[in-house]
């Protein structure tokens, strides 16, 4: 890597690793029941939609998540529990139909039969036991890295650290097109596939600078993105 380039993803880290830039960003559901002091397993549970639901312009997944979580009287785990899901074709969120809603509520409540929170599960099987999605060892699986990034990243700063047992060193940067996009202009990769090989290369790109903690380094591209806009 070169050093003008390490200094300047030190620099962005360093700069957007702020909760100012990320007041309508999905994280501030999760971080909201944090706040009220709710349960880990509401805290949970906020994350897994919020991030399901990050998908196209900022303000429509805040609207949407709103939507979901009135839907749920702001009492996820209660939700969860009573089993009585809206369960139909209607959209909650673009594709995202209540229906698919329903299903991921249906096998968070097995999960919860018998286990208090959902930290042993990597992004694999999340993808497959809660999503119910075919197993992918191609998939970058974005959105359940970045809720694994919430979870786990614990500067106290952006992300919650709330999954006291699992390391930052061990995590994947959620790779989507602007991530690709940013890593791509500052040389971090020259793959063409936005997969999962893409995504841990980019992420041992960010551990010559952050050993312990790669994922700080989706903060820089997250800079890199406003800085050069």
């Given at each position: 890597?070169?050093?003008?380039?390490?200094e300047q993803l030190l620099?962005?880290?360093?700069?957007?690793?702020?909760?100012?830039?990320?007041?309508?960003?999905?994280?501030?559901?999760?971080?909201?029941?944090?706040?009220?002091?709710?349960?880990?397993?509401?805290?949970?549970?906020?994350?897994?939609?919020?991030?399901?639901?990050?998908?196209?312009?900022?303000?429509?997944?805040?609207?949407?998540?709103c939507r979901l979580f009135?839907?749920?009287?702001?009492?996820?785990?209660?939700?969860?529990?009573?089993?009585?899901?809206?369960?139909?074709?209607?959209?909650?969120?673009?594709?995202?139909?209540?229906?698919?809603?329903?299903?991921?509520?249906?096998?968070?409540?097995?999960?919860?039969?018998?286990?208090?929170?959902?930290?042993?599960?990597?992004?694999?099987?999340?993808?497959?036991?809660?999503?119910?999605?075919?197993?992918?060892p191609k998939a970058p699986?974005?959105?359940?890295?970045?809720?694994?990034?919430?979870?786990?990243?614990?500067?106290?700063?952006?992300?919650?650290?709330?999954?006291?047992?699992?390391?930052?060193?061990?995590?994947?940067?959620?790779?989507?097109?602007?991530?690709?996009?940013?890593?791509?202009?500052?040389?971090?990769?020259?793959?063409?596939?936005?997969?999962?090989?893409?995504?841990?290369?980019?992420?041992?790109?960010?551990?010559?600078?952050?050993?312990?903690?790669?994922?700080?380094?989706?903060?820089?591209?997250?800079?890199?993105?406003?800085?050069?806009?």
């Amino acid at each position: 890597m070169k050093e003008s380039v390490r200094e300047q993803l030190l620099e962005w880290a360093a700069k957007y690793n702020d909760p100012l830039y990320f007041e309508e960003d999905p994280i501030r559901f999760p971080r909201e029941f944090v706040r009220r002091g709710a349960p880990l397993q509401d805290v949970e549970i906020a994350a897994v939609f919020a991030s399901h639901l990050a998908w196209g312009r900022r303000e429509m997944i805040v609207r949407d998540c709103c939507r979901l979580f009135d839907e749920m009287d702001w009492r996820p785990m209660d939700y969860i529990r009573a089993a009585d899901y809206r369960d139909d074709d209607t959209s909650l969120h673009r594709t995202v139909k209540w229906s698919e809603v329903a299903g991921i509520c249906r096998r968070l409540h097995e999960w919860y039969t018998w286990h208090d929170s959902i930290e042993s599960l990597s992004a694999d099987e999340i993808r497959t036991i809660i999503f119910r999605r075919k197993e992918d060892p191609k998939a970058p699986n974005k959105k359940i890295n970045m809720m694994r990034r919430w979870m786990v990243r614990n500067d106290g700063k952006v992300d919650l650290g709330l999954w006291q047992h699992s390391s930052p060193a061990s995590l994947i940067v959620p790779l989507d097109v602007h991530v690709y996009d940013q890593a791509k202009a500052l040389g971090l990769t020259k793959r063409r596939s936005k997969d999962l090989k893409t995504a841990m290369e980019i992420t041992d790109a960010f551990r010559e600078i952050w050993p312990d903690d790669p994922c700080l380094g989706d903060f820089a591209l997250f800079g890199s993105g406003i800085d050069n806009a």
